[in-house]
């Protein structure tokens, strides 16, 4: 089975900090995603890399950065916290192409 | 750009019935792929069902089926004798070209022992 973890399930930040959520996937995966998760909403994407090194923008980039230093672990990044990032964020991963995308438990971030 | 558009914010059905949960889209490609997928309260999303739009067949995963009409552009999830383990937010996906999935805001489906 595709085991795909999340570095942690809750956090609590204060504005400005820097945050860092971890992905890590254990299927050798080429692609891997992050999405925002608001009720109401669905899920958007925020930025997504088909290779090490390599990204892309997503729907909603704004505010986020992201490194994939190494195949098996994708890292989203929030320069300088904001109360509006407070969602729960989701990672996932894909084989190639158009291949089914397997999600993590997701990362139920708080910024106070 | 592609949207997807989930118009039952919340559905409810009797354990044993059968429910049906509505997706439409819309794309200009002929080539893309949909998505079912399950996210049961505080746990983790699972794909339910998958459908390629080359294929005329409609997909089914024992309870579950899809009524997939391509030139309506319409992707409905069917649960039969719906079970209390069923009770989750839905979601319908398309994935086109290559980049992330777009989702619809999902269903709140409740099952009613």
């Known amino acids: 089975d595709v085991k795909v973890t999340q570095s942690s399930r809750y956090l609590v930040k204060r504005t400005g900090e820097k945050v860092f959520l971890e992905c890590v996937q254990d299927?050798?995966?080429?692609?891997m995603f992050w999405y925002r998760q608001d009720p109401g909403l669905g899920l958007r994407l925020i930025y997504f890399?088909?290779?090490?090194?390599?990204?892309e923008k997503g729907d909603i980039p704004e505010g986020y950065s992201v490194s994939r230093e190494k195949k098996e672990r994708f890292s989203l990044i929030l320069e300088s916290a904001s109360t509006n990032q407070t969602s729960m964020y989701l990672c996932?991963?894909?084989?190639?192409?158009?291949?089914?995308?397997?999600f993590g438990p997701g990362t139920r971030l708080l910024v106070l | 750009a592609q949207t997807v558009t989930q118009s039952q914010p919340e559905m409810s059905v009797q354990e044993a019935e059968t429910v049906t949960l509505s997706c439409t889209y819309d794309?200009?490609?002929?080539?893309?792929?949909l998505f079912w997928y399950k996210q049961p309260p505080s746990r983790q999303m699972i794909l339910v069902i998958r459908?390629?739009?080359?294929?005329?067949q409609n997909a089914t995963e024992n309870r579950f089926s899809v009524n997939f009409q391509k030139a309506a552009k319409s992707f409905s999830l069917k649960i039969s004798d719906s079970q209390l383990g069923d009770a989750a937010m839905y979601f319908c996906?398309?994935?086109?070209?290559?980049?992330?999935?777009?989702f619809g805001k999902g269903t709140h489906l409740i099952i009613q022992p």
């Open positions: 996932a991963s894909q084989r190639e192409g158009r291949e089914t995308q397997y």
């Open positions: 299927m050798d995966h080429e692609n």
């Open positions: 890399s088909y290779d090490v090194k390599m990204k």
């Open positions: 794309t200009s490609e002929s080539d893309y792929y």
């Open positions: 459908q390629e739009a080359y294929k005329q």
């Open positions: 996906a398309y994935l086109g070209g290559a980049d992330g999935l777009t």
